[in-house]
C-alpha cells in the first residue's frame, strides 16, 4: 500500500502543494477537480501532460481525481443530466492524467425499493457502464449507508465500473459501521480509499467529530490488516477537512500510516 494525500488538504496553491507533498514523502495526490485547475474546462491534453510530468519529477503520481458534485443523483431533471455528463468529462480527464479513479458520492442508498432508488441505480448504471467502457472507475465514496447496503446496491448494477473508495472514517462517524468488517463485505469493490479518522458524537440527529489519525474510531491495525488479507496495494490517501494547522495534521498521518504499513 502507498500513502497520498487529498491535495486541496493542504490549503495551497496545486504546485506548493505538490512540492509540500513531496518534501513529506508521500508519493499519491488526488486533487478536487469540479473547480479551479484540475476542472475539465480548465484542463487541456497539454496541460494534462504538464501536471503529470511535474508530479513525476517530484516522485509523485494521481491516485485519483476527487469529481464529487454532492449531486442528487437519485432525481431525474437537466441538471442531474448535465451532472452525469460532466462526470464522465472528469473521468476522460483522469486517463489524461494517468489515472483512472474518480471518486464521488450518491445519495444515500435507501433500504426499500422505490422510484428514488430506481433513477439512483439508472444514473449510476450509465455512469458504471462508460466508466467500465474506458477501463475506470468512478469510487463511490462510503458513508451515508452501511456497507452492506452498498454493497448490494452495487451487485444490482452487474458492473465494476462503480466501485469504491473506502473511507473508514465516514463509516464510523455517520453511519456508526465497522471499517473492518466493511473491508470484506466491499473487497471486490475497493479501488482506493481515505485515510481519516474520527468519532460519532450522537447518533440521533446525528452528529461527529472528525480527528487525526489514531484517535478516531478506526482501529488501524486491524483494518489496515484486513486491507491486506484482501489484496489491496493502492492507495491510503489523507484527507483533512478540519483542524487550523492541516500541514501539520498531514505530516503526522503520513508518520502514523508508515509506522503502522511497516
Avoid at 476542472?39 to 501532460?49: H, V, Y
Avoid at 437519485?74 to 473521468?91: F, P
Avoid at 444514473?123 to 449507508?145: R, V
Avoid at 487525526?212 to 484527507?239: C, H, M, S
Wanted: net charge negative; proline share 5%; glycine share 6%.
Amino acid at each position: 500500500m502507498q500513502i497520498g494525500v487529498v491535495l486541496d488538504s493542504f490549503r495551497l496553491p496545486p504546485r506548493d502543494a505538490i512540492l509540500r507533498t513531496a518534501k513529506l514523502g508521500i508519493t499519491g495526490i488526488q486533487p478536487y477537480a469540479v473547480a479551479g485547475d484540475f476542472a475539465p474546462e480548465n484542463m487541456t491534453a497539454e496541460k494534462a501532460k504538464e501536471w503529470v510530468k511535474f508530479a513525476k519529477d517530484n516522485g509523485i503520481v494521481f491516485s485519483a481525481l476527487c469529481g464529487d458534485m454532492h449531486t442528487a443523483f437519485n432525481l431525474d431533471n437537466e441538471q442531474i443530466r448535465k451532472n452525469v455528463e460532466r462526470s464522465k468529462r472528469i473521468l476522460d480527464m483522469a486517463l489524461l492524467m494517468e489515472c483512472n479513479v474518480v471518486t464521488t458520492h450518491i445519495p444515500a442508498v435507501p433500504k426499500e425499493e422505490n422510484a428514488e432508488k430506481e433513477i439512483l441505480r439508472k444514473n449510476c448504471k450509465e455512469m458504471a457502464d462508460y466508466a467500465a467502457s474506458i477501463g475506470a472507475f468512478f469510487a463511490i465514496e462510503t458513508g451515508p449507508e452501511p456497507a452492506s447496503s452498498l454493497k448490494e446496491f452495487l451487485d444490482s448494477l452487474g458492473s465494476k465500473g462503480l466501485s469504491v473508495n473506502l473511507d473508514p472514517a465516514n463509516l464510523v462517524m455517520v453511519v456508526a459501521d465497522d471499517p473492518v468488517a466493511a473491508v470484506y463485505t466491499l473487497k471486490d469493490y475497493i479501488v482506493h480509499t481515505h485515510a481519516k479518522d474520527g468519532i460519532q458524537v450522537s447518533a440521533n440527529p446525528v452528529s461527529w467529530e472528525e480527528l487525526p489519525l489514531g484517535q478516531g474510531g478506526v482501529d488501524w491495525d486491524k483494518y489496515l490488516q484486513a486491507l491486506r488479507e484482501i489484496n489491496f496495494n493502492g492507495f491510503l490517501t489523507i484527507e483533512r477537512e478540519v483542524g487550523d494547522d492541516p500541514d501539520a495534521d498531514i505530516t503526522l498521518a503520513a508518520q502514523f500510516l508508515r509506522a503502522k504499513l511497516s
